[in-house]
């Protein structure tokens, strides 16, 4: 029997039942791209997931009622503007671009998901979309996934694309996805937004199920500057056109189609946090020995959106103390600090709360000039672990925040 394989692309796969398109609307900036469309084949199933921010936007409740009443055919994404803090006037925006794209589909306006990013708290200049919407959706074609990549960033500094081929002993899947995301990203869904599409046939509950397990696996594993967006979406399609039988959690090609998908949303977070604003460092924060999942998660992310912690990431300082403090102050219940364990890449530097015998600081500072490396933290005996993964603060996050507007 053919063992299961999944292998990266070097470029985007197209998918079979996806058509994408790129355009520049004016909505902030002109002549920069700021508009994607995303064409969904007839027959296809979509999952999504969304931001927990209780002051979500109005292109997240009308995108969520959308996929609760009607089967997706269009999503409609622009950056530059979050439409997020607008009030009714935003819904009324957000739906006269589904209308409009609707028309120009041939499709119910509930068949269509808006999607937004940029600056929240000013009306969304929906005339703009509508007005780009014709040229749009006549551009659309199989291979706009790149373009689209690069359409949906902010103050991303690079386009976050990834495809995988899976081959199981029934068939050969794609799955490419897309996201974008450099600040306000902490996790409470995905705080971003990411859209991922594979041609396999999956029906829509399961797809939904997928969803929400892998966005909980990777994009909620993620933190940069512990803001949890208005805006944050992450929507997975199935178009089906591979053919064959449809997958289910009970089909023995499952486990390798899923972990394939899961390759693409771990890849796509991973690439948000190396992309954060200003980062010059990707750090894992690695916890384990928690009587629950719950309390690695607690202190990990103590540590991860440390201030005192990120800055020093930054200057490579080996300040271990900042992170015995922020897993001290984490809430986890019954921590004992006799049980608590440090390392910073290879080298140990505290063993039941007191540093190492021969502990030497330069070893440490070397590692932590590295781009990449993991602080692994042992806060009891249980058997539960966790990985968050978090960057550094530089002078650039602040510069790049002060003048997000200007």
């Known amino acids: 029997m053919r063992t299961p394989t999944i292998e990266r692309s070097s470029a985007a796969l197209a998918i079979p039942g996806i058509r994408l398109n790129t355009v520049a609307a004016g909505i902030r900036k002109t002549g920069r791209v700021d508009t994607v469309l995303i064409e969904i084949a007839p027959g296809s199933a979509v999952g999504g997931v969304f931001t927990?921010?209780?002051?979500?936007?109005?292109?997240?409740?009308?995108?969520?009622?959308?996929?609760?009443?009607a089967t997706p055919r269009l999503l409609v994404i622009n950056a530059g503007n979050a439409n997020a803090g607008t009030g009714t006037q935003g819904h009324r925006d957000a739906l006269a671009v589904c209308a409009a794209a609707a028309a120009g589909l041939d499709c119910e306006p509930t068949a269509v998901l808006p999607f937004s990013t940029g600056v929240i708290g000013q009306r969304l200049p929906a005339e703009k979309l509508v007005a780009a919407m014709p040229a749009a959706l006549t551009g659309l074609t199989a291979d706009g996934w790149p373009a689209a990549a690069q359409g949906i960033m902010t103050t991303d500094t690079v386009p976050k694309c990834v495809s995988v081929t899976i081959a199981t002993a029934a068939a050969s899947y794609r799955v490419t996805g897309i996201a974008k995301g450099a600040g306000m990203i902490k996790p409470d869904m995905a705080t971003m937004l990411a859209f991922i599409a594979t041609d396999a046939p999956v029906a829509r509950e399961d797809l939904q199920t997928l969803t929400q397990q892998l966005a909980d696996r990777s994009f909620n594993r993620i933190t940069i500057d512990g803001d949890t967006s208005t805006n944050d979406s992450c929507v997975l399609i199935a178009?089906?056109?591979?053919?064959?039988?449809?997958?289910?959690?009970?089909?023995?090609?499952?486990?390798?189609?899923?972990?394939g998908v899961g390759v693409v949303f771990a890849e796509l977070a991973r690439a948000i946090v190396r992309d954060g604003e200003g980062a010059t460092k990707l750090v894992a924060v690695a916890v384990d020995g928690g009587e629950s999942e719950q309390d690695c998660l607690r202190a990990a992310y103590a540590v991860a959106e440390s201030p005192l912690v990120k800055t020093a990431l930054f200057a490579s300082d080996p300040n271990w103390g900042r992170i015995l403090a922020a897993v001290g102050r984490s809430g986890v219940p019954s921590l004992r600090i006799a049980e608590i364990d440090i390392h910073i890449g290879d080298v140990p530097i505290v063993r039941g709360g007191e540093p190492v015998p021969g502990y030497d600081e330069t070893a440490v500072a070397t590692v932590m000039k590295r781009p990449e490396y993991e602080i692994a933290i042992r806060i009891g005996q249980g058997r539960a672990r966790c990985v968050v993964l978090t960057c550094d603060f530089s002078f650039d996050y602040v510069k790049i925040n002060a003048e997000y507007r200007s």
């Open 52 to 69: 927990l921010n209780v002051f979500c936007a109005a292109p997240v409740d009308i995108a969520r009622r959308h996929l609760a009443s």
């Open 239 to 259: 178009t089906g056109r591979a053919g064959g039988a449809p997958l289910t959690p009970a089909h023995p090609d499952w486990p390798a189609f899923a972990e």
